[in-house]
């Protein structure tokens, strides 16, 4: 059985779904098809979300029958025949119907949440409605009822296969699967998601979780490209890579890729492709265990980040004092991607602000700390570069005019990474992308 996950733009216009349609029927084998909500969708479900949380209903009615509209006007391209047509607006009337009695009542947490899992079940019933008309044979697996994070909001392989084995039970004539990406529940039962982009986590942990053969990511783009095509003009796609590598560039910025969607499949053994939805003949980029080639494979940017530095005199010399601070961060489950140290003081990056008054004020007591936002982590990817010392030189030698702020070299064997002011992140991957890949 395999997994075939499909992202917004895949399934953004009509002719895309007939494409999705075409495509999930290429093989004979057993699939769960993973869809995303239309694009834009979740974007717009956030800020309706926002306009109810700021007491503003008469922005979020506006914006509710915005997305309203652009569903009705979707159908038609969608389905043709009158029984089918009247099955699509059924089922958007009843999500709108939902979303309009939440202007009624009181926002909450677990509301926003509910609210951000519409455009999801709206995708995967609409295209549910395709395949009917279509004549093709087909399960809906409602997420809900077997996608879920633990009290620390992870999820949990094994508490998953327990609950899909049996689904997929039930259904042994069935070859395809249709379900929902980045919803799920949480400990409590609610809904609750797995983070914007997560619809490549849950392809991953339902990879994991029914050992599929393989994991297919369908996207917009031709597979991971060696930097971000978004900021640098000239980039191109790696045909393989490792798990290490590959989670690296997702930890590290590769939007392509939610930042936590490749243990899974890295744990189960699983490999993982991407590929192009609008050029399916592409070859895209493989992803498994073994790297494929040494050296330089990608260059990743993560944005928003906090620098936070602890100096103290007392530091000198003494033993104990980095559990101290570590301490600090555990406490408040905040996770460090950058340290460096030296004699007096320590640096660490962290991408989360949720807590960073709190941790700047206990780090108050071991020394004076100073804090530094908008920064970038620029990561610098590949198996054995560590290793590889004519990197480290036109590596350094390209970026000599950017003023960095931290390096980290050695923790991984195919990783180093650069913190810069985010106003020189679009240079730095630049030249970069001519020091290191001569493009
Ligand atoms: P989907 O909606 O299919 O999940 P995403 O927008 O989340 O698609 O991810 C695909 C996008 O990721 C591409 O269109 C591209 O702009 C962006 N991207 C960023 N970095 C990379 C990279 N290194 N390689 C490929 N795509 C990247
Ligand atoms: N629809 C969700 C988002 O836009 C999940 C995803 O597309 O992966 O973040
Ligand atoms: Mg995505």
């Known amino acids: 059985m395999k997994i075939m996950k499909f992202g917004g733009t895949s399934v953004g216009k009509p002719e895309r779904m007939h494409q999705v349609a075409e495509l999930i029927q290429k093989d004979d084998e057993a699939k769960i098809v993973v869809l995303s909500a239309l694009s834009g969708t979740t974007n717009a479900l956030v800020e309706i979300s926002n306009n109810l949380a700021g007491f503003d209903k008469q922005a979020a009615k506006h914006n ?12 038609p391209g969608l389905v043709q025949t009158a029984d089918a ?28 949440k509910d609210i951000l899992a ?18 093709i044979n087909h399960r809906l697996l409602p997420a809900l009822d077997f996608m879920s994070i633990d009290t620390y909001e992870e999820p949990q392989v094994k508490e998953i296969s327990n609950k899909l084995a049996p689904l997929l039970a039930t259904h042994k004539d069935v070859k395809v699967f249709i ?31 029914i050992n599929a053969s393989v994991c297919e990511i369908w996207t917009d783009i031709s597979g991971m490209h060696n930097n971000d095509p978004r900021i640098v003009e000239k980039t191109v796609a790696i045909e393989q890579m490792s798990f290490d590598e590959a989670a690296e560039l997702a ?43 040494t050296g330089v494979k990608a260059i990743a940017a993560k944005d928003g980040i906090i620098a936070i530095n602890i100096r103290s005199s007392r530091m000198l010399l003494a033993y104990g004092f980095l559990r101290k601070v570590f301490e600090v961060f555990e406490k408040y489950r905040t996770s460090i991607d950058m340290i460096t140290t030296s004699e007096v003081a320590v640096s ?26 908008d920064e970038t982590i620029v990561s610098i990817v590949g198996n054995e570069i560590a290793e590889t010392k004519v990197i480290l030189a036109s590596l350094f030698e390209s970026i000599k005019d950017i003023p960095v702020r931290m390096v980290s070299y050695g923790g991984s064997r195919h990783n180093i990474s650069l913190l810069v002011p985010g106003k020189y992140k679009q240079q730095t991957l630049q030249l970069l992308n001519k020091g290191l890949f001569n493009l």
């Open 64 to 75: 509710i029958d915005k997305l309203e509209t652009h569903y009705h006007d979707f159908i």
């Open 85 to 112: 047509r009247n099955a699509a607006n059924r089922i958007i009337d009843e999500h709108f119907e939902f979303l309009n009695i939440i202007l009624k009542i009181s926002f909450s947490e677990a509301l926003n």
């Open 118 to 135: 519409q455009g999801e079940l709206m995708s995967t019933k609409l295209f549910s409605v395709y395949l009917q008309e279509q004549g």
């Open 179 to 209: 379900t929902q990406g980045y919803i799920c529940r949480n400990a409590r039962g609610e809904v609750d998601n797995l983070k914007r982009g997560g619809s490549d986590y849950t392809a991953s942990l339902i990879a994991a979780a």
């Open 251 to 293: 930890y590290f910025g590769a939007k392509i890729l939610h930042p936590a969607s490749i243990w899974p499949a890295q744990m189960y053994k699983v490999p993982v492709k991407l590929l192009n939805t609008m050029q399916p003949e592409d070859k895209g980029t493989t992803i498994q265990e073994m790297a494929g080639s």
């Open 348 to 373: 660490v990056t962290i991408d989360n602000d949720a807590h960073l008054d709190v941790i700047v004020k206990e780090l108050g007591a071991l020394g004076t700390v100073e804090v530094d936002r």
